[in-house]
């Protein structure tokens, strides 16, 4: 039933047959769009304070809703032995031990409606709602005391006014009101045109009561948060600059009085200052950011602080890479650290004076479909890390590390895909025109004979500030369950490998990334086990833009599937959902300051000489490379006469192109389809 209505929704713009609509008529040794259904992944694991217990996000998807569901679970770090704690009807997230780890906090629609802050107490199972609030609350976070809870909210504003409307009669069915628009950024990918408002921090009490909103002003305030030890203060980051709307990168670290309200900045410089986290003995603050330098990429580096600001220093300059968390150690002498190395995110211990220690790799976030790095971890008094792990063949699950060999504690998709042949992921050797490494991945069909030649997808992240990794994909699997090959690459401009690599691609992008992914299209034929003549690509947003490049500058691909890309980067910049920062980081001038860099870098200026038949994939409520760029390019290729279709999939943002099973299965079929359709016969 699923595949049949994901057929008719997201393939009706694609008069070509669908490899997904017939119904399994047994069990299936291959992984099938249905099975998208039954995958679970594991997230934001919260060790508890003694580092007994992990409570952590189990995302499911739900069949008759073609939603993901997100519950909170138990799993005892010794045994392993799961327990379902917050499973009833909504949604359920950010579960956050008390203090002394007898409570647990978290978000919930339990209720119907907004999400709500709850209370659990866990020795007699009794939970208490302890907000009745009109938006959801983000970054929760205990006072040292468990007797009060901060967190972050939307709190709206009137907004522009301008004029009135005439007197309605009492009963009338009138046309919805004018929308007035005054902010720079004005909608956001994934939760449409945006209402006026701004984030303020709040804090309540954990037995329930009003809430008390401890910061103003028409700005927004960042989490996550954090308390200092005292209960007096809480730290948190925000842009409170004259100009903040059109500096998207230059925020600071405040502390707020809780008592007062007060506000004090503790940093003050050009870059963005995020992440406050307050040692356990209140002295120093820990907190991320970099010195500003409107590049495209620049590395995010762990800072520490005194409480009031003073001798500020970076500890992490040696490590080259760029921090995405860190938090403190319970002895306040180091803290423990998140980033990419080589495609994989990892867990390392660092000393105040900059000594890195490996805790932990292999974590893996909670996408599904296509192999980003990511993931994430929290820490117990102990120094047990909880984390999210995972590799190419299994998503996301939860692990443990103590000074030993990390354990898995869960295994949520063992009984789906222990039963399935999967495309098995190797690493190979690549090597760029001017002699650098370039990482690079294959995904050979199951059943893989190497005797045989097998047509190759070309797969391309995203970003382009990004990077793919060793890590289970359900976009990759469908392709290899269907006959190919799949390659995907960390060209120039990946994370992960320093800011020297990324930067390659500044104020450059499309540009020699093009030269390495040729590069690794023949590393892979030199395997003797691709066919050369049977040659596709495909990728999405920044993806989508090399692969639209791609067939610019070359015939040799049989097919392409160009998704959600950006096709004239003057229209993109003036039209996506972050307005003031990509003219500025990624071209340094205004479209009408310097229109030829902006075309020659343009996707649609190689229109002229595309041959390749290329299909057009975007979604419908796409607020980052907004749909108009898929549209000119879906045009522009019909007005040449250039084989192409394009494909809407209903309601889907940017970021959740894939979030709906049935249509990420869909999608993956249509891709495949259209391959199909230009396929030369097996050799």
């Not at 399994?24 to 995958?39: I, K, N, T």
């Not at 647990?104 to 209370?119: M, N, R």
């Not at 866990?122 to 205990?142: E, F, K, Q, Y």
């Not at 909880?386 to 590799?391: E, I, N, Q, V």
């Amino acid at each position: 039933m699923m595949l049949r209505f994901a057929a008719a929704t997201a393939l009706a713009f694609l008069p070509i047959q669908s490899t997904i609509a017939a119904p399994a008529e047994g069990p299936q040794r291959l992984l099938q769009g249905s099975d998208l259904f039954s995958l679970e992944v594991a997230a934001d694991p919260q060790i508890r304070p003694d580092g007994a217990v992990i409570a952590y996000v189990r995302r499911s998807n739900d069949v008759m809703t073609d939603k993901a569901r997100a519950t909170i679970w138990l799993v005892d770090t010794r045994t392993g032995v799961q327990t379902p704690l917050i499973a009833g009807p909504g949604s359920h997230s950010q579960p956050r031990w008390s203090p002394d780890g007898k409570r647990l906090a978290y978000v919930s629609t339990a209720d119907g409606g907004a999400p709500q802050l709850f209370v659990r107490w866990m020795d007699s199972g009794a939970t208490a709602r302890v907000t009745g609030l009109p938006d959801s609350p983000s970054s929760i976070a205990w006072s040292p005391d468990g007797a009060r809870i901060a967190y972050v909210m939307t709190v709206p504003d009137e907004g522009m006014k301008l004029g009135t409307a005439p007197a309605k009669p009492e009963g009338a069915k009138w046309a919805p009101p004018l929308e007035v628009i005054s902010s720079v950024v004005y909608r956001a990918d994934g939760a449409g045109y945006l209402k006026p408002g701004y984030d303020h921090l709040f804090v309540v009490s954990a037995d329930g009561s009003a809430p008390r909103q401890l910061t103003f002003g028409r700005f927004n305030d960042n989490g996550p948060i954090s308390w200092t030890p005292d209960g007096r203060s809480i730290l948190f980051s925000a842009d409170r600059n004259k100009n903040w709307e059109r500096e998207p990168a230059n925020s600071e670290i405040y502390s707020v009085d809780v008592a007062s309200g007060a506000l004090t900045a503790l940093t003050n410089r050009l870059g963005p200052d995020a992440a406050p986290a307050v040692s356990p003995d209140g002295k120093r603050v820990a907190y991320l950011g970099f010195d500003d330098k409107y590049r495209g990429y620049e590395n995010a580096m762990l800072y520490v602080m005194d409480r009031n600001g003073g001798n500020a220093r970076a500890i992490t300059t040696g490590l080259d890479r760029s921090v995405d968390d860190a938090q403190w150690a319970a002895d306040g002498r180091s803290l423990y650290i998140q980033y990419d190395d080589h495609g994989s995110s990892r867990v390392a211990r660092v000393s105040l004076d900059g000594k890195i220690t490996q805790v932990a790799g292999g974590m893996a976030g909670t996408g599904l479909d296509r192999p980003y790095s990511g993931g994430s971890f929290s820490v117990a008094k102990n120094g047990t890390v909880a984390f999210t792990s995972g590799d190419a063949l299994r998503p996301a699950d939860v692990s443990v590390a103590n000074g030993g060999k990390p354990r898995r504690l869960t295994r949520l998709n063992e009984d789906l895909l222990s039963t399935k042949a999967l495309g098995q992921v190797k690493q190979i050797p690549v090597k760029a025109a001017d002699g650098r490494s370039v990482d690079a991945w294959l995904v050979t069909p199951p059943d893989f004979d190497p005797a045989k030649k097998y047509p190759l997808i070309l797969e391309i992240h995203g970003g382009p500030f990004a990077a793919y990794g060793p890590s289970f994909a359900t976009d990759n699997q469908l392709y290899a369950a269907a006959g190919y090959a799949v390659l995907y690459v960390n060209p120039r401009g990946s994370t992960s490998y320093g800011a020297e690599f990324a930067n390659l691609i500044h104020h450059a992008y499309p540009g020699d990334d093009y030269g390495d992914l040729m590069a690794a299209i023949d590393a892979a034929i030199a395997t003797g086990s691709i066919d050369q003549d049977n040659l596709f690509v495909t990728g999405g947003s920044g993806g989508g833009v090399l692969t639209a490049w791609i067939v610019g500058k070359t015939d040799r691909f049989k097919a392409a599937a160009t998704q959600k890309p950006v096709i004239d980067w003057a229209s993109f910049v003036l039209t996506a959902d972050n307005t003031p920062f990509f003219a500025k980081y990624w071209f340094g001038k205004m479209p009408w300051e310097d229109p030829q860099a902006y075309w020659a870098r343009s996707p649609l200026s190689l229109v002229g000489k595309v041959k390749t038949p290329t299909l057009v994939v975007v979604g419908s409520e796409d607020y980052r490379t907004p749909v108009s760029e898929s549209e000119q390019y879906y045009s522009a290729l019909q007005l040449r006469g250039v084989p192409t279709a394009l494909v809407k999939v209903p309601e889907a943002s940017h970021g959740g192109i894939a979030a709906r099973p049935s249509q990420s299965a869909a999608k993956a079929s249509a891709i495949i389809a259209w391959f199909d359709k230009y396929r030369n016969a097996a050799k």
